[in-house]
């Protein structure tokens, strides 16, 4: 059996939090990377390299529920630069900690539905491992709301892991994230 000199590569599918007023990652984001390191990474960080995809959801009516009246073209840009740097804010905390404890990483987004974008870029990608939060939700609430983690378990081309969120982090509402 012939050891790999190439590091592991392991894809962490990042989103943002849903909770109102909080610009950050989402709880199972956060938790799904902070576990990537205690548990895979641990001191080797040399041995692996972190892919970190966000996709953004493009809102339907491109409105992003705002109260805003759009009156040219260039508002419609000016949304979709706003989008962009949120995502990149959001990819700047991944990428700064990972550099912090000297992982390798690379981040990109994609725009889409995140269940089939994810899966797409696995593919594209290949990574040795994909990593994805997980809400916990209840057969009721999965229901209504629907699950990426269930989806990509189910339809990425490698291994997949899905991080719960700890009891303790879950909001008021568990289908916030």
């Not at 939060?133 to 490698?158: D, I, M, N, W, Y």
């Amino acid at each position: 059996m012939e050891i790999e000199s190439e590091p592991t590569r392991i894809m962490i599918a990042v989103n943002e939090s849903s909770i109102k007023g909080y610009p950050h990652p989402s709880i199972s984001s956060k938790r799904a990377f902070e576990w990537t390191l205690q548990k895979i990474v641990r001191s080797n960080t040399s041995g692996f390299k972190l892919l970190f995809l966000h996709v953004q959801v493009p809102d339907e009516d491109g409105f992003d529920d705002m109260d805003s009246i759009y009156a040219s073209p260039d508002d419609f840009k000016n949304l979709e630069r706003r989008d962009k740097a949120r995502g990149l804010r959001l990819l700047e905390y991944f990428v700064k900690t990972s550099h912090e404890v000297g992982v390798p990483c690379g981040a990109w987004i994609k725009r889409g539905d995140p269940k089939e974008v994810i899966c797409h870029e696995v593919k594209r990608i290949e990574p040795d491992l994909l990593v994805v939060g997980c809400r916990g939700l209840g057969p009721f609430q999965r229901v209504f709301v629907g699950t990426v983690s269930e989806f990509c378990a189910k339809h990425a081309e490698c291994p997949v892991i899905t991080i719960k969120r700890r009891p303790d982090e879950t909001p008021q509402d568990p289908v916030e994230d």
